[in-house]
Structures are given as structure tokens and as C-alpha cells.
């Protein structure tokens, strides 16, 4: 069995998901990681896309619009402006990243 480490994703308004985890994959400015237990501490910009959290032998997806990844002592922090978990797999959060992406554009281009 993998050993595991514990998985946070937060945006402004709640934690989305919070648990242990085998294995993360995101999509970060500088190009996607995967990230284990005992991963080396890492600061990243979060860029627009899917989140994968494997974990009990299921994947959970999410699609997130920005912000940071911190990895720290078996702790991956996702701190995102918007996230919105999805009930199918890559494709889905990929999908839900891009709604996201367009529903904030639209927001932007009503104030300015």
C-alpha cells in the first residue's frame, strides 16, 4: 500500500475537499506535476485546469481557476479562487476548469 499524505483544497468561501491521498496531479504556470508522499517542499503558481486526487482506489477531480500549491511535511494545500469538484474523471474537470475560466471573463468583462 502507497503511503499516503494529506490533501486540502480551499477556496475563499469553504474547504472543497479535505482527506489523505496517494497521489496528486495539477496543472501549475510552470507545467503539470505529480506529486507523492515525501515529496520535496514546493511552492507553485496554480495555472487554470483539472486537479486529480487519487485516494481509497478513486480518483476525485476537480476543475480550478487559479491560485497557489504549496507542498509541505506530507501536505498539499490547493488555495484556489474557484473550484468545482466533478463527478467524472479528467475530462470533466477539464471541462469544469474551462466553465470556470469562461464565467470569470464574463464577470470581468460586466465590471470593466
Known amino acids: 500500500m502507497a503511503k499516503t499524505f494529506h490533501v486540502d483544497i480551499v477556496t475563499p468561501e469553504a474547504v472543497v475537499w479535505s482527506g489523505e491521498a496517494d497521489m496528486v ?18 511552492m507553485a503558481a496554480l495555472a487554470t ?5 487519487h485516494h481509497d482506489g478513486v480518483i476525485t477531480s476537480a476543475g480550478l481557476h487559479g491560485g497557489f500549491l504549496q507542498i509541505h511535511h506530507n501536505t498539499v494545500t490547493l488555495l484556489t479562487d474557484w473550484a468545482r469538484m466533478t ?26
Open 25 to 42: 496531479s495539477a496543472r501549475t504556470t510552470e507545467g503539470d506535476i505529480g506529486i507523492l508522499a515525501d515529496h520535496e517542499a514546493t
Open 87 to 112: 463527478e467524472g474523471g479528467l475530462k470533466e474537470a477539464r471541462k469544469a476548469a474551462a466553465d470556470l475560466r469562461a464565467e470569470v471573463e464574463a464577470d470581468e468583462t460586466d465590471e470593466g
Open 49 to 53: 485546469g483539472a486537479v486529480q486526487v
